[in-house]
């Protein structure tokens, strides 16, 4: 019987495409994975991945073993999160994903009312963008900013995060629009809708500076270096900022909590999720109001 372990790394080269992504996915590094899949391939005898100099290709058996190894780290995940749903109550660990936004600046501010309430629960928060899967373990509960579409999930809509420009105070064009020049996001964001509203605000003036995060628009915008599309409970009490007006539309985003729906009446796992629905709900800049 070949490693189940070497499964798991063949299954992430092949979701990656390559060595390095894979490595990125699983946190190790290139060499522990080009290990790993060469060890599978000599315990099966098989060759499933040819490796190419940017990318891996998967052979016919490889495209084979994968469909059959996906099958089997779900059984393995519903095994799992059977028996975390079976657990004693407010006991274990569970893992929650949600925007770099909402944890730096919200979320970590109530993990101590957390703790206190729930003793037994050990909660591990990261911040993240991209869309992780509920149905592999790479969490137990999400926060999004976009609706989960992963179909064993389920959602819940908590709140609504609005969003302003905002200018440093001392920033030499505060009142004067025609000068303004703006902090946008980068390349990676073309058609993400924070960056298409800013874009649409701005038209056809300059981007003084490109920057990934947000936390980055705010300190960028603190200094001066421009307008910036933020957060209005991120940006509208610091001292720094002045929020300007503008002429457009408004704009928000959803905030949606999703669980895997084998997960949902665990009761570490609903300890979560009811404090995040009360934590929300008690900030009235999230408030729903559309």
């Given at each position: 019987?070949?490693?189940?372990?070497?499964?798991r790394y063949f299954l992430?080269?092949?979701?990656?495409?390559?060595?390095?992504?894979?490595?990125?996915?699983?946190?190790?590094?290139?060499?522990?994975?080009?290990?790993?899949?060469?060890?599978?391939?000599?315990?099966?005898?098989?060759?499933?991945?040819?490796?190419?100099?940017?990318?891996?290709?998967?052979?016919?058996?490889?495209?084979?073993?994968?469909?059959?190894?996906?099958?089997?780290?779900?059984?393995?995940?519903?095994?799992?999160?059977?028996?975390?749903?079976?657990?004693?109550?407010?006991?274990?660990?569970?893992?929650?994903?949600a925007p770099p936004m909402?944890?730096?600046?919200?979320?970590?501010?109530?993990?101590?009312?957390?703790?206190?309430?729930?003793?037994?629960?050990?909660?591990?928060?990261?911040?993240?963008?991209?869309?992780?899967?509920?149905?592999?373990?790479?969490?137990?509960?999400?926060?999004?900013?976009?609706?989960?579409?992963?179909?064993?999930?389920?959602?819940?809509?908590?709140?609504?995060?609005?969003?302003?420009?905002?200018?440093?105070?001392?920033?030499?064009?505060?009142?004067?629009?025609?000068?303004?020049?703006?902090?946008?996001?980068?390349?990676?964001?073309?058609?993400?809708?924070?960056?298409?509203?800013?874009?649409?605000?701005?038209?056809?003036?300059?981007?003084?500076?490109?920057?990934?995060?947000?936390?980055?628009?705010?300190?960028?915008?603190?200094?001066?270096?421009?307008?910036?599309?933020?957060?209005?409970?991120?940006?509208?009490?610091?001292?720094?900022?002045?929020?300007?007006?503008?002429?457009?539309?408004?704009?928000?985003?959803?905030?949606?909590?999703?669980?895997?729906?084998?997960?949902?009446?665990?009761?570490?796992?609903?300890?979560?999720?009811?404090?995040?629905?009360?934590?929300?709900?008690?900030?009235?800049?999230?408030?729903?109001n559309g």
């Amino acid at each position: 019987m070949f490693d189940w372990e070497n499964i798991r790394y063949f299954l992430a080269v092949a979701r990656t495409g390559t060595l390095s992504g894979a490595a990125r996915s699983l946190k190790v590094d290139h060499a522990t994975v080009s290990r790993r899949l060469s060890a599978l391939e000599g315990e099966i005898k098989t060759r499933l991945i040819e490796r190419q100099p940017k990318a891996c290709k998967l052979t016919p058996i490889g495209q084979r073993v994968l469909e059959l190894a996906q099958e089997m780290e779900e059984g393995a995940y519903a095994i799992e999160r059977f028996l975390d749903a079976s657990r004693s109550p407010l006991s274990g660990k569970v893992t929650l994903s949600a925007p770099p936004m909402l944890v730096a600046n919200f979320l970590v501010k109530h993990l101590t009312v957390f703790r206190h309430a729930n003793p037994g629960v050990q909660l591990s928060v990261s911040g993240e963008t991209r869309q992780v899967s509920l149905s592999r373990r790479e969490a137990d509960v999400v926060l999004r900013l976009t609706r989960p579409e992963e179909p064993t999930s389920v959602v819940r809509k908590l709140g609504r995060v609005t969003f302003g420009l905002y200018a440093s105070k001392d920033y030499p064009h505060l009142h004067d629009p025609s000068a303004w020049e703006f902090i946008a996001y980068d390349a990676g964001f073309v058609g993400v809708s924070q960056q298409k509203w800013l874009m649409n605000i701005a038209g056809k003036r300059p981007i003084a500076c490109e920057i990934s995060d947000i936390n980055g628009h705010l300190v960028a915008a603190r200094a001066g270096a421009g307008v910036a599309g933020l957060p209005d409970f991120l940006a509208d009490t610091d001292a720094k900022l002045q929020r300007v007006p503008y002429d457009g539309e408004a704009f928000s985003r959803d905030i949606w909590m999703a669980v895997h729906e084998d997960l949902r009446r665990s009761p570490q796992i609903r300890a979560v999720m009811d404090f995040l629905l009360k934590v929300v709900a008690e900030n009235p800049v999230f408030a729903d109001n559309g």
